[in-house]
């Protein structure tokens, strides 16, 4: 029957984004099976570990930036019962239904092609794009730094482009650094199992590249002057 989420719950909401802490309360309130939350920020430690046990497939998780959580069903005894998957899909429609009432988009790791993660529910990029640093994620130093970024359109993309000519008197690497944001982003997209490149993404990416080789051309001709 509906419930209402225990101290240990809210505390482990602690940082989420509040419209994703909303739903995951109404959720609760409207739900017949009762759930727990495991899990809501986690530090780049606690993700790196993850990554390495094959629990998680990548460096960029929104659990990092507040905007992801995971719950999972609890039996009369309070325990989870992870050998009966099935019951994971019988509070998807809670978690949905109080996400529609709340106006706010979601995304179930239970629905992805590929990875399903039953426990995970997050806030989309499309409508969220405030996403962890791609900076140093790939060496052993990890440092994440959190911006809010503005949904990749053309028109963001042009104005990439701008920057990246205008910067290329300074160097090729700096304005490939500006040119390259369009291709992490398609990066971001299929590392976290969230959906398949389309072709806006791959507009995008030949964009970026023609900017990568505008800009090594134009350094090489300052080069040669």
Known sequence: MPFELSPSDEQKLAGIHPKLAAVIRRAARNCPIRFKVLEGMRTVDRQRQLVKKGASKTMNSRHL????????????????????????????????????????????????????????????????????????????????????????TLETEGEAATKAVATAGGGAVTGAAIALEPIGKAVDTLTSQQSELTSGDLIRIVIAVGIIALTAWLAYRKAKS
């Not at 997050?122 to 809010?148: C, E, H, N, T, W």
């Open 65 to 152: 930036t507040g905007h992801a959580v995971d719950i999972a069903p609890v039996d009369q005894e309070g325990k989870i019962p992870w050998t009966d998957w099935p019951m994971f899909y019988k509070i998807a429609p809670c978690v949905k239904a109080a996400a529609k009432a709340e106006g706010v988009p979601i995304e179930w790791g239970g629905d992805w092609k590929s990875f399903k993660d039953g426990p995970h529910w997050q806030l989309p990029f499309k409508q969220f794009p405030k996403v962890a640093s791609r900076v140093g994620l790939m060496g052993d130093d990890i440092s994440v730094a959190v911006a809010d970024e503005p949904p990749y």
